[in-house]
Every structure is written in C-alpha cells, then in structure tokens.
C-alpha cells in the first residue's frame, strides 16, 4: 500500500456523492479502478486523482482491477455529471467494461518435437500429432500428456470474442468507388477543417454519405489517430458496420446494446489497448476508450435514440462535441434531416445530389378527410401496382383502445392513465408503457353489455388489409434482422411497421413509400413535432427509389397544408429550417433557450404534485406545476424550466433539487431531472 487514492464508488445515490480517500496499492494512477470497502458492502471504484496524505483515517482498497478508464473519461464523467444533474459514479458506471467478465483464453497446442521412430505411441496419440498445430478442445488431456513427454507445445491464447452478427474482421481490399463532384468537395471541407471543429454533412439520401465518413476515416488512421462512428439502431443497420469492416478489417470494434458482455468487454479491451482504432457504435458508444481521436462521425444526426433515457439523461451529441473539443477531433454531423440546432450552430456542408444522379422520390399528399378506413383508396392502388413497398405505421397492435358500445367505458390500464391496446394474436389488451395484461374482453364489466367497439388501427391491423406478402418489422416482431433480411431478398411484398422501418436501410428495389397516418406524430404535444414529421417523411422518401426507377411516396394526413409536410413533398429542408429556426425564436425555444424538465412521482396521492409545487417556488423562472399521465401506479408531476444560460440554470436545479431531495426522500417523492429532454 502506497498512496493515497481519491475516488467515487459506483453507487446510483445521489447524496453518497464522493470523491472519498483510500489507502491504495501500488501502481493505481488516475482511471484505475478499485474495489473498495463501502457502507459495509464491497464496490467499485474509480480513481479521480492521487495524493500523498489524507486528514481521514483511511481504509485500504481492496483490489485493483486490470481495465482502468483513460484519464480523459474521467474528466468526461465530471463534466456529465454537472451538465445534466447527476453524479460522476452514474457517469462512470456507463464507461466502464462489463463487469464480472474476463478475457477469455484457449490453449493452442504445437509440434515441439517429432517423435523418434523408437518411441511408443498409440494410432491415436500419432493422429493427434499430426493433427497439430492448432487450437486445444476436449482433446486437451491428452495433449497434456505427449506435453508432459516433451512433444507438444501448450501455448496461453487470449481469444476474441467477435461481435458474430457483423461480417467484422475480414478487410476486402477493396478502394472504394471514384467519388462525386460532391462527395470530393465533402471531403475537402472535413480535411481543411480546424482541430475540434463541428460540420454538419446535408447530404440527400443516397448522397453517399457513407463512403465521405470512409475516406475520411481512412486519412485520419494513416496520420496515427482513431475515428469514432455513432449511428442509431446499429443493430438493425448492419450495412454500415459491414463497410467499415470490408474496408478496414480488424481495426474495426463495435459496441453496442445488442452485445453479449464477453463480447462487449473483449471489444472495449481492444480499443483501450489500441489493438482497435475505429470505434462504430450505437449512443453508449461516445464513451468507447479511444484515444487521440482524430474524427468522431454521427450518423443520421437527427435521430432521438442518441439522447439516453436513464440518468444521467445525456446526449450523445452533445458528449461527442466535448470530446472533440478535448482531442481536438474534428466532428462531422451527417443526415439528410439535421436538427434545427445543428443547422443554426455547425458550419454546413452540403452534398445535394443522389450519387446516381436519380430524382428524389415523388412525395404526394393524400387528404384523407372523408375517407373512412385507414387506407386511401389512391394508396391502396398504389401498394397493387408496386411490387415492392415500405408503409409506416407508428402504432403496434390491431387497435388503440376498445370501448364499450352501450356505456361508453373505456379499458384502461389500472396503474397508468392510458387505454389499453388490442393485440388479437396473443388474445390480449396490454399497456404499452407498463407491460400489464389481460385477456380480451368479452363484455363491459360496467353494463354487461357485450357489443365492443374497436378504435383506430395499429401495424397487426393493418397487416391484414394490405394487399399481397407483409413483412411486418415493430416492437412485436422477434427478430427486426430475420425480418429485413427476408424482405430484402424477396422479390415482392410490403415492409410493415413503426418508425424503425424508415431508418437508414438502403434496399434497392422499394418503388412506394407510405406514411398511413402523419397526423400521429405532427400533433404529439412537443415542440419538435414538426422537426419529427418533416424527418420521417423525408427519411422514409430516402428508402424508395434507390433502384432503376424513381420512387414515390405517398404521405395520409388530415392537415394536407401543414408546413412540415408540404416542404417535406418538396424535398426543401433549408425553407424547412428557416421557417422552424423563426418559430422557435419567437417562442424561445431550444437553440434560443435550454429546456430542463424536473419530473416527481409518487405513489402517494398528492405527493408529486405538492413537491413540484416546491420546486416550482425555488425557482423563479420555472413554469409548472402540470400533472403527467399516472405511470406504473405512480402520480407524476412536472416543473419546466426555460433557460437563456445553461450553465446557472443547471446549477440553481442540482441546488433545488437537492435541497428537496432528502425531505421528498421521506415522503417517497422520485425526482428526475432531464436537460434538454427529447
Ligand atoms: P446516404 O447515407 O447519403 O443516404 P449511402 O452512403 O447509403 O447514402 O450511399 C448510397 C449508395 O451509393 C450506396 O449503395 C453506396 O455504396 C453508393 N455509393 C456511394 N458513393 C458512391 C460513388 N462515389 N460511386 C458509386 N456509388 C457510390
Ligand atoms: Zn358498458
Ligand atoms: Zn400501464
């Protein structure tokens, strides 16, 4: 035991907040990390900073661990922790390896000697020779024995544990095509770029934005640095991770949610050894061990999964611009849809042309007033005459709610405010934010009445009214990859499903693009809810027509003059932006301001409402208390916040909060704080 170690031990409490001082072994340094003696139980720990004497009377670590985190995620944790109002040991928890696992290791046996002709040795101890070198299996005993005579060689291998959906580790070889005029003039941009400079890529789809981030990446390797590649879904997107691969081979690790923790952690001790220096993840990912990062890349930049859900809250976003700015990295934001705030603050590079030179889809307005059903007749013609079509529907189930015909009651979940959905093959009525369940049904436990309305219609409907083979992809499907692989490789047939069918896959042969009902998502209540319909009409147009003939996308709605919609048909996202960028100004929303959200719950009635009424009165800015729907048998109640400077308002909220945390502890009052919610 030599030094004195400052630490935060990975506990999720917010008022156990360190650093706290440990007698440490030899050889820790800043990142290490440590088992440590705590509240009678036995932590992890993560080495903030080292000294040599301490006030406290001291306890001695216990372990040190062999993964420790690179110095500059230490200080990133800091910084997560005070930009969105938690605590560096939550921060940490999200950087380290998995824990519990190690490196896996095989023996690989060799010929160490041939035997003499004298010596005795059975038919199958000579097949085994001969079989040799290669790695030990169940034959290990008996390898151990001619290793014991001298004639085989046992070797310690560390063996990866490879990500297996991904075609990982097999570089082709391959160039890469001639580039565009634009996708040069792209490059040329990235490669003049100062050190810790953002761009915003405004490629249409189909650009060919992709290969722009290969060659990027590949000149950024050759002068001794490391690439980061965030995209969303990455599970269901393998094409991108397979390009890297065909062009950069083993130097490729990928991590995301989809990975098994042998796997994770294999992949995460390759990028901290540096063995692997391009890093191709999904949001979690910003954090991968990389260093001397010379480009951070974020795919399809719009995409809400980069903003994470737990606490800390953060934005992937917004934590790869930190560490660009500590690498000095140049970061390149890529989508054909970018975020108003992206257009505001980076500076834009635009690549306006398809790569083949192929007319964006045709997106034409469906106006479904008076029509009944959820197809259009128009629609329903144009799914016969194409073969292969992508139709969006971002509700699961066969219908929204039932209600009864005589009474009027309505089936509601029993621990959240909200209608219970209709899901026929599994005979159930369940609740899409808690999971409760119940068989379907068969007359109204108010009136006895047995005539059951069925209201609006979800993917499981739909299903059943399409005309010819339905793939359908949502949060029912078991397998999203089985399912866009069959529909890729069949002939004909319709992609059903949520929003995940409009993201990023790039299938040749899809002439018809349909968005049954846009109006769900231009009135959710949120200011972003034009940004978000605009981006999925568009994204989804981006999937069609990517083969010989021009697309066509067909978008239903009751408002057929709604802005994002109309500017969507006419593939103007600059005119899109403005006109969004003058709205928010007026109304000071995000990138004019900072929206913060404190949200109480409580199973206690009138207990979350009365500490946001709190909360509310701490902070003079703030609007609230609203009530939010009943969630898990919990009264929810919100304060938002408004803010010109981050900073102070984050800081007066970690103080507030803070102040209210223990008392609202007593009365079993959560608190969660989101900045910049989603
Ligand atoms: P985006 O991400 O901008 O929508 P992609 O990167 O998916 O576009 O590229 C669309 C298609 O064009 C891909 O199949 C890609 O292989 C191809 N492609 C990209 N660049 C070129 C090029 N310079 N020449 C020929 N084909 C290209
Ligand atoms: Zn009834
Ligand atoms: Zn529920």
Same mark, same amino acid.
């Given at each position: 035991?030599?030094?004195?170690?400052?630490?935060?031990?990975?506990?999720?409490?917010?008022?156990?907040?360190?650093?706290?001082?440990?007698?440490?072994?030899?050889?820790?340094?800043?990142?290490?990390?440590?088992?440590?003696?705590?509240?009678?139980?036995?932590?992890?720990?993560?080495?903030?900073?080292?000294?040599?004497?301490?006030? =406290?009377?001291?306890?001695?670590?216990?372990?040190?661990?062999?993964?420790?985190?690179?110095?500059?995620?230490?200080?990133?944790?800091?910084?997560?922790?005070?930009?969105?109002?938690?605590?560096?040991?939550?921060?940490?928890?999200?950087?380290?390896?998995?824990?519990?696992?190690?490196?896996?290791?095989?023996?690989?046996?060799?010929?160490?000697?041939?035997?003499?002709?004298?010596?005795?040795?059975?038919?199958?101890?000579?097949? +085994?020779?001969?079989?040799?070198?290669?790695?030990?299996?169940?034959?290990?005993?008996?390898?151990?024995?001619?290793?014991?005579?001298?004639?085989?060689?046992?070797?310690?291998?560390?063996?990866?544990?490879?990500?297996? =959906?991904?075609?990982?580790?097999?570089?082709?070889?391959?160039?890469?095509?001639?580039?565009?005029?634009?996708?040069?003039?792209?490059?040329?941009?990235? !490669?003049?770029?100062?050190?810790?400079?953002?761009?915003?890529?405004?490629?249409?789809?189909?650009?060919?934005?992709?290969?722009?981030?290969?060659?990027?990446?590949?000149?950024?390797?050759?002068?001794?640095?490391?690439?980061?590649?965030?995209?969303?879904? @990455?599970?269901?997107?393998?094409?991108?991770?397979?390009?890297?691969?065909?062009?950069?081979?083993?130097?490729?690790?990928?991590?995301?949610?989809?990975?098994?923790?042998?796997?994770?952690?294999?992949?995460?001790?390759?990028?901290?050894?540096?063995?692997?220096?391009?890093?191709?993840?999904?949001?979690?990912?910003?954090?991968?061990?990389?260093?001397?990062?010379?480009?951070?890349?974020?795919?399809?930049?719009?995409?809400?999964?980069?903003?994470?859900?737990?606490?800390?809250?953060?934005?992937?976003?917004?934590?790869?611009?930190?560490?660009?700015?500590?690498?000095?990295?140049?970061?390149?934001?890529?989508?054909?849809?970018?975020?108003?705030?992206?257009?505001?603050?980076?500076?834009?590079?635009?690549?306006?042309?398809?790569?083949?030179?192929?007319?964006?889809?045709?997106?034409?307005? @469906?106006?479904?007033?008076?029509?009944?059903?959820?197809?259009?007749?128009?629609?329903?013609?144009?799914?016969?005459?194409?073969?292969?079509?992508?139709?969006?529907?971002?509700?699961?189930?066969?219908?929204?709610?039932?209600?009864?015909?005589?009474?009027?009651?309505?089936?509601?979940?029993?621990?959240?405010?909200?209608?219970?959905?209709?899901?026929?093959?599994?005979?159930? @009525?369940?609740?899409?934010?808690?999971?409760?369940?119940?068989?379907?049904?068969?007359?109204?436990?108010?009136?006895?009445?047995?005539?059951?309305?069925?209201?609006?219609?979800?993917?499981? !409907?739909?299903?059943?009214?399409?005309?010819?083979?339905?793939?359908?992809?949502?949060?029912?499907?078991?397998?999203?990859?089985?399912?866009?692989?069959?529909?890729?490789?069949?002939?004909?047939?319709?992609?059903?499903?949520?929003?995940?069918?409009?993201?990023?896959?790039?299938?040749?042969?899809?002439?018809?693009?349909?968005?049954?009902?846009?109006?769900?998502? +231009?009135?959710?209540?949120?200011?972003?809810?034009?940004?978000?319909?605009?981006?999925?009409?568009?994204?989804?147009?981006?999937?069609?027509?990517?083969?010989?003939?021009?697309?066509?996308? +067909?978008?239903?709605?009751?408002?057929?003059?709604?802005?994002?919609?109309?500017?969507?048909?006419?593939?103007?996202?600059?005119?899109?932006?403005?006109?969004?960028?003058?709205?928010?100004?007026?109304?000071?929303?995000?990138?004019?301001?900072?929206?913060?959200? @404190?949200?109480?719950?409580?199973?206690?009635?009138?207990?979350?409402?009365?500490?946001?009424?709190?909360?509310?009165?701490?902070?003079?800015?703030?609007?609230?208390?609203?009530?939010?729907?009943?969630?898990?048998?919990?009264?929810?109640?919100?304060?938002?916040?408004?803010?010109?400077?981050?900073?102070?308002?984050?800081?007066?909220?970690?103080?507030?909060?803070?102040?209210?945390?223990?008392?609202?502890? !007593?009365?079993?009052?959560?608190?969660?704080?989101?900045?910049?919610?989603?």
């Amino acid at each position: 035991m030599g030094k004195v170690a400052q630490v935060e031990p990975i506990t999720t409490a917010r008022v156990l907040r360190g650093p706290f001082d440990y007698l440490c072994p030899e050889g820790a340094a800043v990142g290490s990390v440590l088992v440590v003696p705590f509240g009678g139980r036995e932590v992890l720990a993560v080495v903030t900073a080292l000294k040599d004497t301490s006030e =406290h009377s001291l306890s001695e670590a216990k372990e040190l661990l062999p993964a420790s985190l690179p110095p500059d995620l230490v200080a990133l944790g800091r910084w997560l922790a005070d930009e969105y109002c938690s605590t560096p040991a939550r921060a940490y928890s999200l950087m380290l390896p998995p824990r519990g696992v190690k490196e896996r290791s095989a023996w690989f046996a060799s010929v160490l000697r041939r035997p003499d002709k004298a010596e005795r040795l059975t038919e199958k101890q000579r097949a +085994l020779l001969s079989s040799l070198p290669r790695p030990a299996g169940v034959d290990l005993a008996a390898l151990r024995r001619l290793e014991k005579r001298g004639l085989v060689l046992l070797e310690e291998q560390s063996q990866r544990r490879a990500p297996k =959906h991904a075609e990982v580790g097999k570089a082709s070889g391959a160039e890469g095509p001639e580039l565009t005029a634009d996708q040069s003039e792209a490059l040329g941009q990235l !490669r003049a770029a100062a050190p810790g400079e953002q761009l915003l890529l405004h490629g249409v789809t189909g650009s060919g934005k992709t290969e722009v981030y290969l060659r990027a990446a590949a000149e950024v390797l050759e002068a001794g640095k490391s690439v980061l590649v965030l995209a969303p879904e @990455i599970a269901l997107t393998p094409q991108l991770i397979s390009r890297f691969a065909e062009r950069f081979g083993e130097t490729v690790a990928v991590i995301h949610s989809k990975l098994t923790p042998g796997e994770r952690f294999d992949e995460w001790m390759r990028l901290r050894r540096g063995e692997a220096r391009i890093c191709i993840g999904a949001r979690s990912a910003v954090f991968a061990p990389l260093s001397q990062i010379g480009l951070i890349v974020i795919d399809e930049e719009h995409d809400s999964s980069y903003k994470n859900e737990g606490d800390p809250r953060y934005d992937a976003r917004h934590a790869a611009a930190r560490r660009a700015a500590d690498h000095g990295a140049v970061l390149v934001a890529g989508s054909a849809t970018p975020r108003a705030e992206s257009w505001q603050r980076l500076r834009r590079v635009s690549m306006p042309t398809r790569v083949d030179q192929m007319e964006l889809p045709k997106v034409d307005i @469906i106006d479904l007033r008076g029509t009944s059903g959820a197809l259009h007749p128009e629609t329903f013609q144009a799914l016969v005459d194409s073969a292969k079509s992508i139709v969006l529907l971002n509700r699961r189930g066969w219908s929204n709610y039932l209600s009864c015909s005589s009474c009027g009651y309505a089936w509601e979940c029993p621990d959240c405010d909200v209608t219970l959905v209709l899901h026929r093959a599994s005979g159930s @009525i369940s609740c899409h934010h808690c999971g409760h369940h119940k068989p379907v049904p068969e007359l109204c436990p108010q009136c006895g009445s047995v005539s059951i309305a069925r209201h609006g219609t979800g993917t499981e !409907r739909l299903e059943t009214e399409l005309p010819g083979q339905v793939f359908r992809l949502d949060g029912d499907a078991a397998d999203a990859g089985a399912v866009l692989r069959s529909f890729e490789q069949a002939k004909e047939g319709i992609l059903l499903g949520t929003q995940v069918v409009a993201k990023g896959h790039d299938f040749p042969d899809v002439e018809l693009g349909v968005v049954v009902d846009a109006d769900q998502t +231009l009135r959710f209540p949120d200011f972003r809810a034009e940004e978000r319909t605009f981006a999925l009409v568009t994204q989804l147009a981006g999937r069609s027509g990517r083969g010989s003939e021009r697309g066509k996308v +067909l978008v239903q709605t009751l408002n057929p003059d709604a802005p994002a919609l109309v500017l969507a048909a006419q593939h103007d996202s600059a005119a899109f932006l403005e006109g969004e960028l003058a709205r928010r100004e007026a109304l000071r929303y995000p990138p004019f301001s900072t929206l913060i959200r @404190i949200v109480c719950a409580s199973a206690q009635p009138g207990a979350a409402d009365q500490a946001a009424s709190e909360l509310q009165r701490a902070l003079p800015a703030s609007l609230g208390p609203a009530p939010l729907f009943r969630l898990r048998g919990r009264e929810r109640s919100q304060v938002v916040i408004k803010a010109e400077d981050r900073r102070r308002a984050v800081e007066a909220v970690n103080l507030a909060v803070g102040r209210l945390a223990k008392e609202a502890g !007593r009365r079993s009052v959560s608190i969660s704080v989101d900045v910049e919610p989603q």
